[in-house]
């Protein structure tokens, strides 16, 4: 659990406060929101640049493809490091 101390000018803690957003569910809730729709906003920016870019889309067969390969890179990696450690 982390515990976070914050700075805010008095009438914007007077409405959170009013309004109930000040208790810990409420901030984490607050939170949570916040960091899906950053998110959301980086990964649409990120398809608008691949838009601009001219990147044609890829086929459902094809992400299944990088998908696989990027699991298959991943658990070989972790084979190696589980096998560096009993040398």
């Known amino acids: 659990m ?3 101390t914050i700075d805010l000018p008095d009438n ?3 409405q959170a406060q009013d309004a109930g957003l000040l208790t810990p569910e409420a901030l ?9 729709r950053q998110a959301g906003r ?6 608008q640049r691949i838009q601009a870019a001219g990147i044609p889309p890829m086929s459902d067969e094809e992400i299944v493809a990088e998908v696989k390969a990027i ?5 070989a990696r972790q084979s190696r490091a ?3 450690g009993r040398s």
């Open 28 to 36: 984490a809730q607050l939170l949570k929101d916040a960091v899906r």
């Open 2 to 4: 982390t515990t976070l």
């Open 12 to 14: 914007i803690a007077k």
């Open 71 to 75: 699991r298959a890179e991943r658990r």
């Open 42 to 47: 980086r990964l649409l920016d990120a398809a």
């Open 82 to 84: 589980g096998n560096a």
